[in-house]
């Protein structure tokens, strides 16, 4: 088997793995960067993010959005690099902002995000090496040594970027992990994030398709409340989705939630719910159950809420009928309407990994406490965010970040100022 050498090897051409190039190369040009990709080419799953639009960053670096234990760095990290506008600003790429701080390119086409990318990957002389499968790596006397599908690989220092278990169909399936585990590192329990969560399908029966404005609130077995969250709430056939709920099942990190609860109308004030309806049990008095609630919900949830707060009377059934017992059901189902979480969706749907590499095992570099020259970024470390832009600011900074401190590490070992 062949045998190549570099300075500094960057493990998975994603999203944090081409941010980390681009900082080392731009740290110091003399020293030589390589990237080994398993795939055809780098970053395919930039060109499937914001819907091919990409969603680059947002604007707000707030920690509240963030997840994981690796959480406490990330102040640092977002002091000491270049936010995600600034960054691709340097390449020539320029953003839109949109709601909620969003960044987009102003192409809206995913592609020129990693066009600005891999054409300044190009320009810096990186190279990148594909259908390179890592499938293990040691550290010895001259540096760290990658086994892979296309040879030995030997570096002064390497950048893990290989990113978790999410949409495995693009490269990152998590197998990282086997060798990263016989070094001694652990994964903090993975789970699916940024995911729909699967529910009892006959409450959706009716719900398929229905778009609806909730607060969500996602609670345990006991009715802790673990996680809340505002917007549009969407069904399929057997999950309860929307980015509101997928935001939910990346803030439930120690505890799974038991069911998720909608408050339904939320412009309305608690108190203002009882009157309501029975003014609308006034003016509809004659009319079907099934017409009770249209306007106020979508006629076919509407139905189903009346099912859920127990109402077993043919939708037939005038409301005139309803009890003042039930009127009150109606209401507090309004206020909560609970579904079941059978569980999370599976790592295909989900669009990031919780869980990762812990923070007790890397030092304020990212650098591994356990193999020395052994570096880490983006998605591989325990740290996830909401949905918005916040994981992809993750890649970009933590990227940048351990590209540059590996290039420092190097210049120090050789006696260079840095
Ligand atoms: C459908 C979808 C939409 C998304 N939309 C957005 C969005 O709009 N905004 C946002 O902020 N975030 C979004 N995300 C999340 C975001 O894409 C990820 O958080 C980010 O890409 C993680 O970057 P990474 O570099 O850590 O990992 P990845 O981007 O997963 O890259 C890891 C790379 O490593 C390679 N690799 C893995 N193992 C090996 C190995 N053993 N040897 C060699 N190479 C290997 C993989 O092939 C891959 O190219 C989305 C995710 C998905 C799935």
């Given amino acids: 088997m062949q045998q190549y050498t570099t300075d500094i090897m960057i493990i998975g051409g994603g999203a944090s793995g081409l941010a980390a190039a681009v900082a080392a190369k731009r740290f110091c040009p003399e020293l030589s960067v390589m990237i080994l990709e398993r795939n055809s080419r780098v970053g395919k799953k930039i060109l499937a993010t914001g819907n091919g639009r990409c969603n680059l960053g947002n604007i707000s670096t707030d920690s509240r959005y963030y997840?994981?234990?690796?959480?406490?760095?990330?102040?640092?990290?977002?002091?000491?690099?270049?936010?995600?506008?600034?960054?691709?600003?340097?390449?020539?790429?320029?953003?839109?902002?949109?709601?909620d701080g969003r960044l987009y390119p102003c192409s809206n086409q995913a592609a020129s995000v990693l066009d600005a990318l891999r054409l300044t990957i190009e320009q810096e002389g990186i190279s990148d090496v594909c259908y390179c499968l890592v499938s293990d790596i040691q550290q010895t006397e001259s540096g760290i040594l990658a086994k892979t599908t296309q040879g030995d690989f030997l570096a002064s220092a390497a950048i893990v970027t290989t990113g978790g278990f999410a949409a495995p169909k693009t490269g990152s399936d998590g197998s990282a992990f086997s060798w990263l585990l016989n070094l001694g590192h652990h994964c903090n329990t993975p789970k699916p994030a940024l995911v729909p969560f699967l529910t009892k399908p006959v409450l959706l029966r009716l719900l398929k398709g229905i778009r609806l404005s909730a607060e969500v609130t996602a609670i345990s077995e006991n009715g802790t409340v673990l996680a809340v969250d505002t917007g549009e709430v969407q069904f399929t056939e057997r999950t309860i989705s929307g980015i509101c709920v997928m935001n939910l099942s990346?803030?439930?990190?120690?505890?799974?939630?038991?069911?998720?609860?909608?408050?339904?109308?939320?412009?309305?004030?608690?108190?203002?719910?009882?009157?309501?309806?029975?003014?609308?049990?006034?003016?509809?008095?004659?009319?079907?159950l099934e017409d009770w609630l249209t306007g106020l919900l979508p006629k076919k949830a509407g139905i189903q809420l009346l099912r859920s707060a127990g109402i077993a009377m043919s939708m037939d059934t005038p409301v005139y009928e309803i009890t003042p017992q039930q009127l009150e059901q109606v209401a507090k189902t309004i206020l909560s309407w609970k579904f079941p979480v059978l569980s999370r969706g599976s790592w295909q749907e989900a669009q990031v990994t919780s869980g990762g590499i812990p923070a007790e095992e890397i030092d304020a570099d990212l650098q591994s406490r356990l193999v020395n020259g052994l570096f880490?970024?983006?998605e591989i470390l325990d740290f996830h965010g909401n949905c918005g832009g916040y994981n992809l600011n993750w890649a970009w900074q933590s990227g940048q970040f351990s590209g540059e401190n590996?290039?420092?590490?190097i210049l120090q070992k050789r006696g260079d100022t840095v």
Avoid: D
Avoid at 73 to 84: D, H, K, R, S
Avoid at 266 to 280: D, G, K, T
Avoid at 406 to 409: C, D, L, R, V
């Fill in 67 to 99: 997840y994981g234990s690796c959480k406490k760095y990330w102040n640092t990290i977002v002091e000491q690099t270049q936010p995600a506008e600034a960054f691709f600003q340097s390449m020539g790429l320029y953003c839109r902002r949109e709601s």
């Fill in 250 to 288: 990346a803030a439930c990190v120690g505890q799974e939630p038991a069911a998720i609860c909608l408050r339904l109308l939320p412009e309305i004030p608690e108190q203002r719910l009882l009157p309501l309806l029975w003014e609308l049990y006034g003016v509809r008095t004659n009319w079907k």
């Fill in 376 to 378: 880490f970024a983006g």
């Fill in 406 to 409: 590996a290039a420092k590490q």
